[in-house]
């Protein structure tokens, strides 16, 4: 218990975050919780499709809902543990934030740690979202002029602007590298990413394990491994990773990234605010966090989780995700999502006669499908082109799906979770056949 309420930083009583961190699992005590869990053996095994919107997630019937990819959505369960977490807390706050936050914050990052196969908890750190990993990341690498910088054209565009706008103010070199659309053979194409890194002297290297705008996924093991051999530090960005594919961190070390940054809240159901930085073992990197608070020169752990009062519920909330994950099996869900995915990919090729932005060996439960449409005669299709579709499906038929214009073609990017069945996607196909019609008569 001693170890439990040792001073390290601040006024807080349970503040040695690192120490917390460093003990055997045998050693280290998890903090009961302060009310009952939900029962999942109580609903047997509910079947894919809408049956799981009812019981698990909160979607609107009224929708047909094919954007998961955007901002998640929350596991039911899991919101009511931060709620009544919530509710726990404000009955003594000090109390609270002055002797439970950090022992507890430690439970979620062991347990995150084992479940995604880390070599030791330290390998994870907190963060509120993607977002705030990477302007903690550029803001701690000390780019400066001579620093090589190498990135592709599918950086989500924040990012991209801000590493711009970095290099712009330090003089840094940036190159872009560009992979051209459809993609048949990944192969080929990571081929031509090892000869731009071979081109000159990295000092990092930034990928998408799965990209936003037109999601593919990038073998990045082999990328990684590649990188260590021209001792380039390599940063990935895997948002929409945890939870839409198999993660894991207990690769051989040469082939792990030296930093991964993930959301929980996408495909993972967390609570808004929550996702994770990986940092590997044995990186020379610092990472510091962008807003700095207590725990400075405390560690980098004891850096990140006090950044200032705010809710951490749903960083705790991790602990349900985490019950309903391995109740029903993680592989099993990712294995159906991305087979439904597949599917209905399938079926919107075969009813629109179009095809596939990626192959299928490269692809999750994110995909993108060529619209049923050209404008030979405009030089292709403009962001607003797509943006009117979107509008429509949303407006008419009372489907959220985003149209995206990749390289003056008009794609639709589904997504599948749980929740999610085949015939939505029909009426996905139904309703652009409808729209396309009343376009081409304009």
């Given amino acids: 218990m001693s170890s439990i309420v040792r001073r390290d930083f601040g006024s807080f009583h349970s503040s040695n975050v690192e120490e917390l961190l460093d003990l055997p699992d045998d050693c280290f005590i998890s903090l009961s919780e302060p009310f009952p869990l939900y029962d999942y053996t109580s609903d047997d095994k509910i079947p894919f499709g809408p049956a799981m919107n009812e019981k698990y997630f909160l979607l609107d019937n009224k929708y047909i809902f094919l954007n998961h990819g955007a901002f998640g959505c929350v596991l039911r369960q899991a919101l009511e543990y931060s709620h009544l977490f919530q509710y726990y807390i404000e009955k003594q706050p000090l109390s609270f934030y002055d002797r439970e936050i950090f022992p507890r914050l430690v439970d979620v990052i062991r347990k995150m740690a084992k479940f995604l196969g880390c070599t030791t908890p330290k390998n994870l750190i907190l963060v509120e979202n993607v977002t705030f990993a990477w302007n903690s990341i550029i803001t701690s690498l000390n780019i400066d002029d001579k620093s090589h910088i190498f990135i592709m054209n599918t950086m989500y565009g924040a990012y991209k602007k801000y590493i711009k706008k970095i290099c712009l103010e330090t003089g840094a070199k940036l190159y872009e590298f560009s992979i051209e659309f459809p993609i048949d053979d990944i192969n080929k194409v990571v081929d031509k990413i090892k000869l731009a890194l071979k ?4 000092t990092y290297a930034f990928f998408d394990h799965i990209s936003s705008q037109s999601p593919f996924i990038l073998p990045i093991n082999d990328l990684c491994y590649y990188c260590k051999q021209l001792n380039i530090s390599c940063i990935i960005d895997g948002a929409h990773a945890l939870g839409s594919i198999n993660l894991r961190f207990d690769y051989e070390d040469n082939y792990l990234p030296d930093i991964y940054l993930t959301n929980c809240h996408k495909w993972f159901c967390a609570p808004k605010g929550v996702g994770l930085l990986y940092i590997k073992s044995n990186s020379k990197l610092i990472i510091h966090p962008c807003i700095q608070s207590h725990g400075i020169d405390s560690g980098m752990h004891s850096e990140f989780l006090w950044t200032g009062l705010k809710d951490y519920t749903s960083f705790l909330a991790l602990n349900e995700c985490l019950r309903f994950w391995s109740y029903y099996d993680m592989k099993i869900i990712i294995d159906r999502n991305t087979k439904l995915a597949k599917d209905a990919s399938d079926l919107l090729v075969e009813m629109w006669n179009t095809s596939k ?10 995909r993108c499908i060529k619209l049923p449409i050209s404008n030979d005669n405009n030089g292709g299709f403009k962001y607003d082109d797509a943006e009117i ?5 949303y407006h008419d038929y009372n489907i959220e799906v985003p149209i995206k214009n990749i390289d003056g073609n008009l794609y639709v990017r589904i997504s ?14 139904n309703a652009i056949i409808e729209i396309v019609g009343k376009w081409h008569q304009k």
């Fill in 199 to 202: 081109s000159n002297k990295f």
């Fill in 416 to 429: 599948i979770h749980i929740y999610n069945y085949i015939e939505q996607y029909e009426q996905l196909g």
């Fill in 357 to 366: 932005l990626t192959s299928d060996d490269i692809s999750g439960p994110m």
């Fill in 389 to 393: 579709i979107q509008n429509q499906l």
